[in-house]
């Protein structure tokens, strides 16, 4: 700020002044100053923290990245961090991140691939060390990172791209297993609910549904595509209810999808599961506490940003690109007809 | 890293050689690379990208920081990102910083004094320009920020501070409000489910609760502390179906602890509203999206996120530090009684 600018320059106190009246070592108070990567007893970290503040000692990160080459920061890129399955990737992917000693700039595209390239510049600029982004898009362009060497990981993909590290689930297998699941119970006619995405690709769970239907030889039920958003489950859930041709089960891409269904289906007096059978897709916290409790494909979050984040910057760094596959797990609930 | 700081240096290719090769101004070349503060044409915008990229420029936001003594970088630590309460919150900053310019660093406390206090010195480390806190208790310290002359703001604060500015809403009268609803219902027995701090504090609400229910010359129903969470939330609706004398209505001082609520009352065959009435704090989408929807009493997040930012970076930065109070509204659905 221009405050700060016009200040005179002040006298360097130097992280050797620190350790010196501290009496530890210099990386002690690096250790101090960074919160690690070592831990540092909390008698002795005291006393870094009296030697910084009486010297007033300022640690200058931006020196640091100019010196270091780092900036020890990883930029995330997703549509929206409101949305509670970015919320929780976005929680992961700090948590890993601050593991190693990086700390996270979050940037939202809201869903719009326009912000989502402004954000990839800006975090150019800024020299982060890596970049996680989420796209709007299977294929996003990373041209607007230009050529400053910045690596980059994309999440939420289910196949390898070309140069970069991919990390997500095979979307298709888990259209499947949430199909079959409902096909197991007996369902006949059974509808999607489907995300829509910036570029109308085809999504993989879609494929998915029918790889089911097929081997059971069904006939597809209805398909819905509405925005990944509750209002858009909401508005699937009533034309539905509205169709001549109800289905006695529907899969859903999404918990967030699945609870705006869920609400049209009780406004209607459509009982869940009796009436009409729900599995969803991702396996959020929000779908153990719906009414009746959702049975959704559970993506395993935590591993997944910790080994996009090993990708950029952990041992993996020095790998060539690849694409990390975890696996899906069906968590059965209530909405399926299960339980009781 | 290290591999690149072995690098030997570039060239240096500036700005300038950018604006030339590009033929605009180098202000023009800085609001594309910033992406901002003034829009550009896209294609005077596609024109200094290919300069940039046949160029190979690589802005160095870390070398700007020290020259013009700002990193351009706010800081945000919440206990929990995930918690759609600050999921919520954490967009509504993330937006009002990327408008004036600033990238958001986003860092958990994960609910602990300690880890709030790392990320404090980290970000004070990082420089940069303003930290926003929605601290673990009512009256944080924040010498960790050192003497950095770092501005900040504390969110989620119902009181003014010595020396900080401050925002928030009047608790203790939104609390009050969803009480005397609550009581204009007809109900005599009304209960509290109350979240738990780190440092034991009492919350406002609670004295709300106790004003309404004071006015109305009712006695105090059931008063149960909890963790700010669905599980919390879900305990406490299943210690409130099992007592002896239970409520028949319930204040709740969160959305996520009322989706917990539910769904013991649910389990329980306890019907909301008829044989439970609920008002619950927030207004976050969740509560719309519940079933029955649930009344609660609404916070402006986005003018809240809004006055925080501008009191780091905006034209109030100038001002002494002041406290930013919001008013709350009572959003009525369907689990207070009200609707059909």
């Not at 050797?16 to 540092?40: C, F, L, M, Q, W």
């Not at 990172?145 to 095979?170: C, E, H, K, M």
């Not at 539905?240 to 109800?246: E, I, K, M, P, S």
Request: with cysteine; net charge neutral; glycine share 8%.
């Amino acid at each position: 700020m221009t405050q700060e600018a016009a200040q005179p320059p002040r006298p360097a106190v130097t992280r050797k002044d620190v350790a010196r009246y501290a009496g530890v070592s210099t990386a002690v108070v690096s250790y101090v100053v960074n919160a690690g990567p070592k831990r540092v007893a909390p008698a002795t970290e005291a006393r870094v923290l009296e030697a910084i503040r009486l010297l007033d000692y300022r640690p200058n990160a931006a020196a640091r990245a100019l010196k270091m080459g780092t900036s020890e920061m990883l930029g995330l890129i997703v549509p929206e961090n409101s949305n509670p399955y970015f919320a929780q990737l976005a929680h992961a992917v700090e948590e890993a991140a601050d593991r190693r000693g990086y700390v996270l700039l979050l940037a939202n595209s809201d869903g719009t691939l326009t912000k989502e390239r402004r954000h990839l510049r800006n975090l150019a600029a800024r020299r982060v060390d890596g970049v996680l982004l989420a796209s709007v898009v299977f294929d996003p362009d990373l041209s607007d990172l230009g050529s400053a060497d910045i690596p980059a990981v994309l999440l939420n993909q289910w196949r390898p791209a070309a140069g970069i590290s991919t990390v997500g689930v095979d979307l298709r297998a888990g259209g499947r297993i949430a199909v079959e699941h409902l096909v197991r119970h007996g369902h006949r006619n059974i509808g999607l609910v489907m995300g829509t995405t910036v570029a109308n690709e085809e999504d993989p769970r879609e494929k998915g549904w029918l790889d089911a239907l097929g081997a059971a030889g069904l006939q597809e039920g209805p398909l819905l595509h509405v925005p990944f958003a509750r209002e858009g489950g909401y508005a699937a859930g009533k034309r539905l209810v509205a169709g001549a041709q109800r289905p006695t089960a529907v899969f859903v891409s999404s918990d967030i999808q699945a609870v705006g269904v869920m609400r049209a289906l009780h406004e209607a007096g459509v009982r869940v599961p009796e009436d009409l059978a729900l599995v969803s897709f991702d396996g959020s916290p929000d779908a153990e506490y719906t009414w009746p409790a959702l049975t959704s494909v559970q993506l395993p979050l935590a591993a997944m940003a910790a080994a996009a984040v090993d990708a950029l910057v952990g041992a993996d760094r020095a790998q060539p690109p690849r694409h990390h596959e975890f696996p899906v797990e069906l968590i059965v609930r209530r909405s399926c007809g299960c339980g009781g």
